[in-house]
């Protein structure tokens, strides 16, 4: 369904060029959850944002069933991020001044979402009672599942989650994982990056991304010992 | 979710920020509009104040002796009536407020007066503004205070001239000067009167040309009226002329430095915090974009905001000016004050101005907003 082959991606910054990812091929199948995980500054949510169609790779293609998506227009790109994607970050990013109903709805908008279908999503994610509540008066677990609500609305058919519990406690975390596992069991694909290569019960497979390229990972899913040509320090 | 309801959640979440921003519009408006409706007041004090002085340019026949007519304060020759109709309709006319004349002395009460006629104020097409003096009724005379005291007349008495009636509406204040002796009638009863049917011996007007002081308004008026009525000629008042058109142009060149300074001065107030508010929503934007809403969307609620700043500003900005305006002008312009009244349309014009110059001041905050790449701010946060 999603796939990249041989993306590179470098940050030109003044001083100097940092590596970011060096030609990193993936493909997710429909139905799979993917978690790539590895260190602080490996290129994780680089690799997130150019599966997101957000960030161009220097070199290689991203390609959405066949097509290739650095290739659509702007309004094309939008689009396609508005109906295909859901974006899940590890700060949740709500915007401030809307409540949770206008948060999720904020996602809305080249479909037409029925009042009944916002009712359940939110019930299912126990936000009902939350509705008119503004971000700042929820908890971090609400807010992630405000967030996670936001991805799922348009019934996108990937979900991209950066660091999803990254913020949150275990029964939180539990939680958005189950969120994610149904999303998954009924069709959709995930990719998740994180620090941790452990604790991932929804993944399929884990990969383990050092220094922007992937490496196995031992039979306790640590990554084996790797040799590495260049150094990356920026996500 | 609609772009309007966005916006106005946004507005009531940083109130502080919007309410500065249409503050500033407010003050800018106000000031805007209490120059401009002070420099028509100011306008309109000048007219009235040299109306009292009196016209600046008076026409008349060309036969006229202009010595005579200097020493004798009238022409005693006459020209026709229509020349006037003639003035008013040729189109690039270079002044206003014209009256058509007949004056001539008469006897009342074993003495000399002065019988004056005076037609409407008629004014060039497109030209039309506030009469500078009353309009004479027929059938009316309007009495100098000398002659009144003559003839033992006041307010609501008849006069009669030639075997006519007229009934006496107004005895002028003493002025020491040849008004004390003055009759005022309608321009027809004059020329009944004085047995000068369609004949006028004076056309009385104010020379509208914005001169700069080296060029002489005296031969641009010769050269245009000689073009139109051939059979007049024309004798300016350079003095009144003069003081005239330096009280315009200091008028003028207030408000043409002010307005414009004050305009720019609120579009900067505008830009900044427009700016201060794209950095604010750096994070907030960049969701948007991942969320699939395109540039157009994060253009309309920059934009959307300035419009809607400039708006309140103005509605502001327009009450507090008409406030002003109003408490004030009479103090400040105690001739005509009273009967100032604000111009509609302009208060439209800047009504809707207002919000069009927020916008494009707004425009290079929404290019920010616009060339901010979202994956560097997604990675930033």
Redesign the interface.
Known sequence: MLSCEQVSKTYRTSRGQIPVLCGVSLELAKGECVVVSGPSGCGKTTLMLTLGNMLQPDQGRVLFEGTDIYTMSAPERSNFRNTKLGFIFQNFHLIPYLNVLDNVAVAVRTRQVEQNDFTKLLTRLRLDHRLNHKPAALSTGEQQRVAIARALVNQPRVILADEPTGNLDEENSAEVYQVLSEFRDQGGSVVIVSHRTDSHPTANRVLNLRDGQFAALDQNNRPEPQKTEQPANTS | ?RII??IL??I???WPGFLLGAFGVAIAVAACQGISALHEAAQRETRRVQRDIGFNMRIIPREADPERFLIQGYSTETMPEEIIQRLVEHDTVAYNHLVATLQGEIELAGKPALLTGLSPTMFPAGKKKPPMSPTIKEETAHLGHRLAGRLGLKKGDTLTLAELPFEVVRVAPQSGSLDDLRVWVHLSDAQKVLGKAGQINEIQAIDCLCLTPDENPGELLRAEISKVAPEAQVALLSKIATARARQRRMMDSLAQTAVPAIIVAAALWVAVFAWINVRQRK??I??????????S?IASLILGKAFLLGLAGSAIGCLLGSWFVTSRVAEIFPVTGGKFQFEMNAMLVTLMAAPIIACLASCLAASLALVQD??VV??E?
Do not use: F, I
């Open positions: 979710m309801s966005l959640k946004e009531t979440h940083r994070l907030e960049g969701v948007l974009r991942a969320l699939g809403h395109p540039a969307t979202p994956a997604l990675r946060e």
